[in-house]
């Protein structure tokens, strides 16, 4: 395999942000949701459909670059940008529990990121 781990992180970071970006436009979307048709309608769902598809051609674009076991726990990044917009777009509330949480998962993709460094 092709080892280029800084190319394979920035497209799976970018992956996170555009399947975090899917995930906020499929709630917006589920607001407006009645019957069938206003489901293949929907804007905010379709364009969350979209966003994930994007996601996932930028994932398999990094897998090109790094092994799967370094790829795939950045993926756990799209916690965090989902709570950060869910408390400024939703007016949701993150317990301490949660807090600790996502700052655990901060802590433990950085710890894979320089671990990938030692490669």
Known sequence: ??????????????CTVFTSLGQILL????KSIYS???IITNISLI???LSYAIG???????????????VYPFI??????VSIASIYLFNENISIINWIGLFSIIF??????????NE
């Open 36 to 38: 069938f048709i206003s």
């Open 56 to 70: 996932a051609v930028l994932l398999i674009i990094s897998l090109k670059y790094a092994d799967l076991s370094l």
């Open 27 to 30: 709630k917006i979307g589920a």
């Open 76 to 81: 756990a990044l799209s916690f965090i940008w």
């Open 108 to 117: 433990g993709v950085s710890f894979i990121g320089l671990g990938s460094k």
């Open 1 to 14: 395999m092709i080892k280029n781990n800084k190319k394979a992180i920035f497209f799976v970071i970018l």
């Open 47 to 49: 364009l969350g459909f």
